[in-house]
């Protein structure tokens, strides 16, 4: 039977797992990490806003993660023939969200938040199979039969969890009607983080570390139109009278470097928790990519839940009270970006008229849109709310 004694087991060493298990070495609980990947993934690169870094100056990984990434300030938005949409002050920005948004890889990433004891505890190959609630905590079995008891269990295991079936049945992450394009340049672009709204479709980019570049393109389809045999001559077509320096950086992309993904997402499930067993990052809440916060969530999600389960003996009322504080917070991120999502790629006529509406609207409604969700600040709030 689990107990106090056994150690809190994550599953998924993504961006959650790995957050939500260096906020609890941090605060001195012992966790076990399981990762059915037999190495660390590669990914492509992130956006990661000041409410996530502000998260993870908490737990002492905000310089590390830092130091791996280049920042940058917020530009603004285009048309595809080069016309400002929003053009918010750059200065008016940095002083909403406390500071610049950071460009980093996702392994980078992922790797300078666990740091070596999180590292450490890491078991990469190992595929869990189910997660059930046994006495006072829960007991984790794995593929292959070898079972892990634990006083509580975060599932960090992502938009595709199985184990999430725990807690709650879950409704399967829908098709949104566009696929999105990333890649990351051997090109170095010194201008601010800047996005392109075109005909049913999105696009943009954001400084890397080391003369790289990330830049993403998301794209209007039919679900069952298989990818082209070359992503990269497809996407230089789409991109290739648009303003500089979006077909510079698809041609300095090598196809290592370029992932096509169709977007999905689901309603924030009802349930995050079930006794010691709670969901975090996309597991709980897979969110479309318009706000660029799915990581950045599930960053707040790892620091909030991770502090307060290492300080609290009773993991069962500690789970129900964080999934309940943050369900609505995170609802509200999923529902805008659902809503900006479906306005970005609806057909031409409404999503011209979307264009437009956005240009008349005042620098400061935006402004305040990233203050709320973006911001340092926003994450504080977050965290005063549950004690922390
Ligand atoms: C096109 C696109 C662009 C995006 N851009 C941004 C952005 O700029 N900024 C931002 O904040 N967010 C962005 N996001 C969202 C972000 O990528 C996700 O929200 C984030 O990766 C979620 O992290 P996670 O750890 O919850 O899940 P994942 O990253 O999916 O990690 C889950 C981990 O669990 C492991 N796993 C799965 N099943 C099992 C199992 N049974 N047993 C053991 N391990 C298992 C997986 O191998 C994986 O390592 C974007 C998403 C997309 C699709």
Do not use: K
């Amino acid at each position: 039977m689990s107990g106090p004694r056994e150690p809190i087991v994550v599953v998924g060493a993504g961006i959650a797992g790995a957050t939500a298990a260096a906020a609890l070495r941090a605060g001195g609980a012992d966790v076990v990490v399981l990762e059915r990947r037999r190495e660390p993934g590669s990914g492509s690169a992130i956006s990661l806003w000041p409410n996530a870094l502000a998260a993870l100056d908490r737990i002492g990984r905000g310089d590390a993660v830092r130091a791996a990434g280049r920042p940058s300030s917020t530009g603004g938005t285009r048309r595809e023939d080069g016309r400002w949409l929003m053009r918010p002050g750059e200065a008016q920005v940095d002083r909403a969200l406390g500071e610049r948004v950071l460009g980093i890889r996702r392994a980078a990433l992922v790797a300078a938040i666990a740091g070596t004891e999180v590292a450490a505890a890491t078991r990469h190959g190992a595929v869990v199979e189910a997660v059930a609630p046994h006495g006072g905590g829960a007991v984790v079995r794995l593929a292959g039969g070898e079972e892990l008891a634990a006083r509580a269990v975060v599932i960090a295991d992502g938009s595709g969890s199985t184990t999430i079936s725990s807690i709650a049945p879950v409704p399967p992450a829908r098709y949104a009607g566009y696929v999105g394009w990333r890649g990351i340049a051997r090109l170095r672009v010194d201008e601010p983080a800047t996005q392109f709204w075109g005909p049913s479709m999105e696009a943009g980019f954001l400084a890397l570390a080391g003369d790289e570049t990330y830049w993403f393109l998301t794209e209007r389809l039919r679900e069952d139109v298989p990818a082209p045999a070359d992503g990269g001559a497809h996407v230089r077509g789409v991109l290739a009278d648009w303003p500089a320096p979006m077909a510079a950086l698809v041609a300095a992309t090598p196809d290592a470097e370029l992932l096509r993904h169709p977007v999905r997402d689901r309603r924030s499930l009802r349930r995050w928790a079930r006794g010691p067993v709670v969901a975090i990052g996309d597991a709980a809440h897979p969110m479309r990519p318009h706000l660029a916060q799915g990581g950045c969530q599930a960053i707040e999600d790892g620091v909030l839940l991770g502090l307060l389960l290492a300080r609290e003996p009773d993991a069962a009322p500690t789970a129900a009270r964080f999934a309940a504080a943050r369900r609505r917070h995170v609802g509200a991120v999923v529902r805008n970006a659902r809503a900006i999502g479906t306005a970005l790629h609806a057909p031409r006529p409404l999503n011209a008229a979307f264009h437009a509406g956005n240009a008349l609207a005042p620098s400061a409604a935006m402004i305040a849109q990233l203050r709320a969700v973006a911001s340092r600040r926003a994450f504080e709030r977050q965290a005063r709310r549950l004690g922390l």
